[in-house]
Each structure stands twice: as C-alpha cells, then as structure tokens.
C-alpha cells in the first residue's frame, strides 16, 4: 500500500465511520424526539459539566510547564492554555493532528525544539494511559459482581473460563514472540514498550513529579465528574447506578479515538454501555448527544479564540520585549 493512500485512508475512514454512525445514533431514535430530550434538558447541569471539562483542559496546560522546565524551557501559561484547546479543535478535522499542532505552536511562540515538545505530549499521553488503566481496572473490582452475573446469565461460565485460559495462553504467545523475534513487526512494538516503559520512568525522575502527579489525577477525575453530573441533566438518566456511570464513561472515552472527535461514536458508545443495565435506548442516544455537542460547542469556541489570539498575544509579548 502506498504513503499516499494510507494517508488518504487515515483521513477519510474515521470521518467515513463517524458519518455512518451519526446515521445509525439517528436512525435509533427520531430527530424530533432527539430534540425534545435537547429542549427538556436541565441546562444548569450540562453548564456544571462543561465547566469541569473546562477545569481539566486548564490542568492539562498547567501540568505541561512541568515537563517543559525541566528540559529548560520557561512555557508561559496562556500559550500552553491557547495551545491545549487549539489542539482539540484541529482533531476534530484530522485525527491526531491536533498532538502535532500543539507542539508547533510551542515551537513556534515559545522556542522549544519540534521534536523535544512532541516527546513531552507522548509522555503526558502515557500518564493518561496509565491513569485509564487505573480506572479500568477500579471498575473490574467495583463492579465485579455484576459483570460476572451479567456474562454467567449470557454465557456459560465453562466458556468464560476456557476463553480466559486461551487468551492468556495468546498473550504469553505474543510476549514470547516479541521477546524472541528479529522481526519488524516485533522490533516496532519491542520499541513502542521501551518508549512507554521511559515515559512512565521520566515522570518519577522529575523535579515537580508529585505536582505533576497531583494534576493528571485532577484532570481524569474532572472527566469522570464532568460526565456524572451531566447525567443529572435527563431525569431517565438522574438516577442511574454508579456501574453504569463508570463503564459507559469507559466506553465513551474509547470513542473518542475512533473517528474525529468522537462524532457519532461518542452517543452509540453510551448506548451501548448503558443498554447493559437496561436503561431505555431513547435517553441513553439522546444522554449521549448532549454530553458530545455540549463538549464539542466548548472545543469550537474556545479552540477558535484560541487560533485567533495566539498570533495577537504573542505580537504584544514581542512588543514588550
């Protein structure tokens, strides 16, 4: 396959499966009913939950200057801020550029080498990483009882054991694999764990680590938060248990990497999730809809301040200097 169409394919695939899932959320429940849960909608929560988001993206800025310092490089906290949500704007057009944009911007108004500002996003992503593992795994444990009575109902438990003993027996495959293997596949992902194994270290041999420490938990507990109270914003979905706030957040934040910006996976991963506890199909797509475009409505109007006043402040930083 050629450089030209892989990149094609990277661009239009996520934006082809965030087209044909807005179509499926839609075809679930009609566009007036969807509007009717928009209009009906306790807005003083939906504000709450942007709010919150709004707080973890400030964390997300400050927490860079922890990373950036260290390499001795001073990040001036309105260009990281601008910086943050540009970023999150521009993936809703290219998955991922957003990452490469952010560092640019820092390269550009701040002077921190291209290569030396991505590296820093590659480690924050890493702490995010380990911080959703964190969270995943917290909910295996929480939740344990019903997610063994829900598969025991559905499957048979043999079943289960056996297809847990086979997926352990593949995963030791695999790390046997890799370990011993000169391949290229093997040498890739041999290098993509040594990256991710010195991007948790890096974090541990910081000056601020506690403080930076301190922030990524903030900003995962303002994702979780801001998802909790918004659910407050429906009253089919006010009440709903804790088991179901956790694993659809779980399922939505896994969306997100699918297409741009979530569009159209974001309300079906919810639905999904939501459907394992029986919650009705109509305000589960509609809870969806309005955490997804309340978030995004953020995103656009503060990523687009954001594009248009960072060449502005930095013209009157230069000015003063």
Same mark, same amino acid.
């Given at each position: 396959?050629?450089?030209?169409?892989?990149?094609?394919?990277?661009? %239009?695939?996520?934006?082809?499966?965030?087209?044909?899932?807005?179509?499926?959320?839609?075809?679930?429940?009609? +566009?007036?009913?969807?509007?009717?849960?928009?209009?009906?909608?306790?807005?003083?929560?939906?504000?709450?939950?942007?709010?919150?988001?709004?707080?973890?993206?400030?964390?997300?800025?400050?927490?860079?200057?922890?990373?950036?310092?260290?390499?001795?490089?001073?990040?001036?906290?309105?260009?990281?801020?601008?910086?943050?949500?540009?970023?999150?704007?521009?993936?809703?057009?290219?998955?991922?550029?957003?990452?490469?944009?952010?560092?640019?911007?820092?390269?550009?108004?701040?002077?921190?080498?291209?290569?030396?500002?991505?590296? %820093?996003?590659?480690?924050?992503?890493?702490?995010?990483?380990?911080?959703?593992?964190?969270?995943?795994?917290?909910?295996?444990?929480?939740?344990?009882?019903?997610?063994?009575?829900?598969?025991?109902?559905?499957?048979?438990?043999?079943?289960?054991?056996?297809?847990?003993?086979?997926?352990?027996? +593949?995963?030791?495959?695999?790390?046997?694999?890799?370990?011993?293997?000169?391949?290229?596949?093997?040498?890739?992902?041999?290098?993509?764990?040594?990256?991710?194994?010195?991007?948790?270290?890096?974090?541990?041999?910081?000056?601020?680590?506690?403080?930076?420490?301190?922030?990524?938990?903030?900003?995962?507990?303002?994702?979780?938060?801001?998802?909790?109270? %918004?659910?407050?914003?429906?009253?089919?979905?006010?009440?709903?248990?804790?088991?179901?706030? +956790?694993?659809?957040?779980?399922?939505?934040?896994?969306?997100?990497?699918?297409?741009?910006?979530?569009?159209?996976?974001?309300?079906?991963?919810?639905?999904?999730?939501?459907?394992?506890?029986?919650?009705?199909?109509?305000?589960?797509?509609?809870?969806?809809?309005?955490?997804?475009?309340?978030? %995004?409505?953020?995103?656009?109007?503060?990523?687009?301040?954001?594009?248009?006043? +960072?060449?502005?402040?930095?013209?009157?930083?230069?000015?003063?200097?």
């Amino acid at each position: 396959m050629s450089t030209k169409l892989k990149s094609i394919l990277k661009l %239009t695939l996520p934006l082809a499966l965030g087209v044909a899932l807005v179509w499926y959320s839609i075809a679930q429940i009609s +566009l007036p009913t969807l509007l009717e849960y928009f209009k009906g909608a306790e807005y003083t929560w939906i504000g709450f939950g942007v709010v919150l988001g709004i707080l973890s993206h400030l964390s997300r800025a400050y927490r860079w200057k922890f990373m950036v310092e260290p390499m001795g490089y001073h990040l001036r906290l309105p260009n990281s801020i601008m910086s943050v949500f540009a970023a999150y704007l521009i993936n809703y057009t290219i998955p991922r550029a957003g990452e490469i944009s952010r560092a640019s911007i820092i390269t550009n108004y701040e002077g921190v080498p291209f290569e030396k500002a991505f590296g %820093t996003i590659v480690a924050e992503r890493v702490a995010d990483m380990v911080v959703m593992a964190v969270i995943i795994v917290s909910t295996l444990f929480l939740e344990f009882d019903f997610i063994y009575t829900f598969f025991s109902e559905r499957f048979d438990p043999g079943k289960i054991i056996g297809g847990l003993v086979v997926l352990i027996l +593949l995963f030791a495959g695999v790390v046997l694999f890799v370990r011993q293997s000169q391949t290229g596949i093997a040498k890739r992902i041999k290098a993509f764990l040594q990256g991710l194994v010195e991007g948790i270290l890096s974090i541990f041999r910081m000056k601020q680590k506690w403080a930076f420490i301190f922030h990524t938990i903030f900003i995962w507990v303002m994702y979780l938060m801001m998802f909790y109270v %918004t659910s407050f914003s429906l009253e089919e979905t006010a009440n709903i248990p804790l088991a179901a706030i +956790l694993i659809g957040f779980i399922s939505a934040s896994f969306s997100i990497a699918a297409t741009n910006g979530g569009i159209g996976a974001y309300p079906v991963a919810i639905f999904a999730a939501f459907a394992l506890f029986g919650i009705a199909k109509e305000p589960s797509i509609a809870f969806g809809w309005i955490m997804w475009s309340s978030q %995004t409505l953020m995103i656009i109007l503060l990523g687009g301040l954001s594009l248009v006043f +960072l060449p502005i402040f930095n013209r009157k930083s230069k000015r003063k200097t």
